[in-house]
């Protein structure tokens, strides 16, 4: 088992920037990916950015591409979120997940942390 605790989330105004944080502990030898997913209020929760444990390749869901970047610090145990130019719409709670890769090369989100809300404000 993984446990995930997200920081830094709070409110900052439209085109602002903020960094969430996700620490993990536990069996972190058993993770492949670390990733980042929202949820807004009244819609389903959807993906951001995902990256390998191991570092190197990253992914980012194309409503972010060039705003957001996913980091981590393995000597930390920590997975980092970057959002600049935030917009309104990128309002959420935002969660930090990890997973592992299937024998079908997909990847399974096992672990997730408790969220942090972000609020972007005109």
């Known amino acids: 088992q993984v446990q995930l605790v997200e920081s830094g989330g709070g409110s900052v105004q439209a085109g602002g920037s903020l960094r969430i944080t996700c620490v993990a502990s536990g069996r972190t030898s058993s993770v492949y990916a670390m990733g980042w997913f929202r949820q807004a209020p009244g819609k389903e929760r959807e993906f951001v950015a995902h990256?390998?444990?191991?570092?190197?390749?990253?992914y980012h869901a194309e409503s972010v591409r060039g705003r957001f970047t996913i980091s981590r610090d393995n000597a930390k145990n920590s997975v980092y979120l970057q959002m600049n130019s935030l917009k309104l719409e990128d309002t959420a709670v935002y969660y930090c997940a990890a997973g592992q890769l299937t024998s079908a090369a997909n990847i399974v989100w096992n672990n997730w942390g408790q969220g942090t809300q972000v609020t972007v404000s005109s």
């Open positions: 990256m390998k444990w191991s570092g190197g390749s990253s």
